[in-house]
């Protein structure tokens, strides 16, 4: 991987990654690692900037092998190193929109009043939802979902984005029933088997002839 | 930027970016650095692989101009290099999962018969949703949304992403109407004007230790 100029190694890493179904169970992320791959969960955007999200993130093997269960057997939960499940707020309630308004001021130093017309788009938003926000926060989860996958393909992690979990069988074991937060999607980052037969088949892809189209 | 090694310039990277307010509208991307920019959209993974999307990149000023009135009035879309706007598929039916798997059989050398489990997994679960796939399909739109912000952070190019379009008003300006596609959100891409209000205000994010949960 040249790392010379960034243009070669954003393209030598989406050449590289895939979507790995065999992962090495012996091998882990190093804290430091980890620690570059949570700021690109953390510090992505989200409309607003609300972050409706949790990221629980699955190392130790006792959870990790509760794991397939949820996951329809798949085993790239209990075999990679870190499982992150991205979960989204079923409902960004006024508590939550008051509270990231706060969390606005107090990085700003601003007066919580000065941010009403701030509070009162985000809250007009919700309010045209009705009262089912998942749809909407559940997208945002697959930001943080891009940001991680590319940064573990710049650091030559692999990884696995998996839709396949069960909501009410995996939050349960996320701690996340009976709350405001349900799992939305996944993703299993760690080293690829060396006999993983997914590494073998070529990547396809729609020619860019067909899904980009320039105006 | 340090670029000898990829987790300081990730790092760098996810803290040089922000959402622009203001573009310099006399600032161009490069060919070359677009080449860059669309291959992170278009080797974006999605579920099952099948890329539920299209890319619609408009660059000419007039095109661009008669964005802002389909996006509440947003200066975003007129000032920046590249306004992309990401649809999805509103229904995945049964002719454009033959499509995929005819990609996936020419693609690796494979009888389309082989793939027969493949396409009855997808359509499967495409049953499962009913006829509205558009909450999935608009889900995977921000995969690549995701990429496609970070490779420009790596480059140092300047983006803001949207969802304040309006599918009802910008689809027909960009050649949707009438089309299984509709816009989803959108990203601008280019540089920021020097007098930006927004790069003087600082990233708000909920600290770590209220969204990441290590189990």
Redesign the interface.
């Known amino acids: 991987?040249d790392?010379?100029?960034?243009?070669a190694?954003?393209?030598a890493a989406?050449?590289w990654?895939y979507?790995v179904k065999k992962f090495d169970p012996k091998r882990r992320i190093t804290a430091?690692?980890w620690d570059?791959l949570?700021?690109?969960?953390?510090?992505?955007?989200s409309?607003y900037?609300l972050?409706p999200?949790?990221?629980?993130?699955?190392?130790?093997d006792e959870?990790k092998n509760q794991l397939p269960e949820a996951c329809w057997g798949q085993r790239q939960p209990a075999d990679c190193s870190h499982f992150v499940v991205i979960a989204a707020r079923r409902k960004a309630d006024p508590d939550f929109v008051k509270h990231?308004i706060r969390?606005?001021a107090e990085?700003?130093g601003l007066a919580e009043e000065s941010l009403q017309s701030t509070a009162d788009a985000i809250l007009g938003k919700l309010q045209r939802m009705g009262d089912d926000h998942l749809?909407w926060t559940?997208?945002?989860?697959?930001?943080?979902?891009?940001?991680l996958?590319?940064?573990a393909a710049?650091?030559q992690i692999d990884a696995c984005?998996m839709?396949g979990i069960m909501p009410d069988r995996i939050d349960p074991l996320?701690?996340l029933q009976d709350t405001e937060w349900t799992s939305v999607?996944a993703c299993a980052l760690g080293y690829r088997a060396a006999d993983d037969p997914a590494a073998q088949?070529?990547?396809?892809?729609?020619p860019?002839s067909e899904?980009?189209?320039?105006?």
């Open positions: 991987m790392n010379s100029n960034p243009e190694l954003i393209t989406l050449n990654r979507a430091a690692q570059v949570q700021q690109s969960l953390v510090l992505a955007p409309s900037g972050q999200w949790k990221f629980i993130v699955v190392s130790s959870k990231f969390s606005i990085t700003r749809p559940a997208r945002q989860c697959y930001i943080p979902l891009g940001f996958l590319q940064s710049l650091l984005p839709e996320l701690g999607v088949q070529a990547r396809v892809r729609f860019a899904t980009v189209v320039h105006l």
